[in-house]
């Protein structure tokens, strides 16, 4: 898929959009090594297995299955510890003018009190969910699960009992250097949830808004109509931003939320 730089910050030119595709590819081409995801523990999927909750209400789910933040809800109530991040270092690393800088990421279990590399507080269970709902109502999708790169960030030494739960936006999110890795590698460290499919329908135009709001660049427009490509991780952002509500979202299983819980929980200790 042709597309433009996931790194360039808005408003690149076409020269520097140039280059940082060069450096991109250049990563990538050293990300598809073989053997690196068994080395780097970034990328190895026994280190890894975070996955995005979709915050769209018109989500088609099967009767009485709960919705998918019920599964953050219940990391929230069930965590020894919560720590929130005063800010989001992406947003204000980047600038951001689209959403709350002041939304930081909420940390979870005993290793959340060891992180020193930002400021943040430990908080309740209401006020941990109060937070989660300002950023959801925010238009930022929750990506939860345990990431190893997090360890790094936060300086806090992998113990395997750290939480993670970003609020991410499309145009700053580290998330988005996910995109350099092959697609075979995102399955494993950073799978779609389970049992949620996207479909793009006849109502579709062809206007690319979805495309400029894609974190990872996989969607593009093919003879006036998206195409979803197979980067996407279903976090649902290119179906709350269609005006044509021509992006439907479905989970069909109603054992959902359980199954990801159970493998989540495979990963991480967080109570």
């Known amino acids: 898929m042709s597309r433009d730089p996931i790194l360039a910050p808005k408003g690149a030119g076409p020269i520097q959009k140039r280059i940082i595709r060069l450096l991109e590819l250049g990563v990538q081409g050293f990300a598809r090594l073989p053997f690196l995801d068994r080395v780097h523990p970034w990328i190895r999927p026994d280190k890894s297995s975070i996955r995005w909750l979709p915050i769209n209400q018109d989500i088609q789910m099967p009767e009485n299955a709960p919705m998918p933040l019920e599964l953050l809800y219940r990391v929230i109530e069930e965590a020894s510890h919560r720590v929130i991040i005063d800010y989001c270092g992406c947003r204000r690393g980047f600038s951001c003018e689209h959403y709350p800088v002041d939304v930081g990421c909420l940390m ?27 950023a959801v109502e925010a238009g930022l999708v929750p990506v939860v699960g345990k990431a190893r790169l997090d360890n790094f960030i936060f300086g806090v030494k992998d113990r395997g009992k ?15 250097y996910t995109a350099l890795n092959s697609a075979d590698q995102l399955d494993g460290i950073f799978p779609r949830l389970e049992g949620v499919s996207l479909e793009v329908t006849d109502l579709c135009k062809g206007c690319g808004k979805c495309v400029d709001h894609c974190y990872i660049g996989a969607i593009e427009i ?13 976090c649902g952002r290119c179906a709350s931003v269609c005006p044509q509500n021509a992006i439907e979202i479905r989970i069909e299983d109603p054992e959902f939320l359980e199954k990801t819980y159970e493998t989540i929980r495979s ?5």
Request: proline share 2%; net charge positive.
């Open 162 to 176: 750290l939480f993670t739960t970003c609020f991410c936006c499309e145009c700053c999110c580290v998330t988005r």
């Open 108 to 134: 979870m279990g005993d290793s959340a009190l060891e992180i020193r590399k930002f400021p943040g507080r430990e908080v309740g269970v209401d006020e941990a969910k109060a937070h989660a709902l300002r």
């Open 267 to 271: 990963y991480v200790k967080y109570d």
């Open 222 to 234: 093919v003879d006036k109509r998206a195409v979803l490509g197979e980067y996407c991780r279903a």
